[in-house]
């Protein structure tokens, strides 16, 4: 799934790391028990949250599994009294920016060139929470 989605794959060790990190948020949608349809990946930085990666298989889109990875992620990190949420986004990503702006995101920052296999730039986005999310 990984590879199909995105031009530059996690490899085996970077999804290891995430899932043992002790700092992380991760959220993992099954279809069964040996095929994962979804997935978030959050870890937490100092005092804020950053938001690493989000996937869902194409063959599952537009079914709200997105929205419900977004929302216990956000549930997780309201429930560790984490209010920042930070996440890097393409312009071009229309489906991506949507559904950040459902969750109440706000372009705060562009990165330049940020991703290196087109040289497009980023979206900074943050979610603040008042009063926990």
């Known amino acids: 799934m990984e590879r199909a989605l995105f031009s530059r794959p996690w490899g085996p060790d970077a999804f290891l790391e995430e899932i043992n990190c002790k700092d992380a948020f991760n ?59 930070l996440l890097e986004v393409r312009p071009s990503n229309t489906a991506a920016l949507a559904l950040y702006r459902k969750f109440g995101f706000e372009t705060i920052g562009r990165r330049p060139g940020y991703y290196p296999e087109t040289g497009e730039d980023a979206l900074l986005m943050m979610r603040q929470a008042k009063g926990g999310s």
């Open 27 to 85: 959220c993992l949608v099954r279809r069964t028990s040996a095929e994962i349809i979804g997935y978030l990946f959050c870890r937490r930085i100092a005092d804020e949250v950053h938001i690493l990666k989000i996937a869902v298989a194409r063959m599952w889109r537009h079914q709200g599994i997105a929205s419900w990875l977004m929302n216990q992620g956000l549930r997780r990190t309201g429930e560790a009294g984490m209010d920042t949420v």
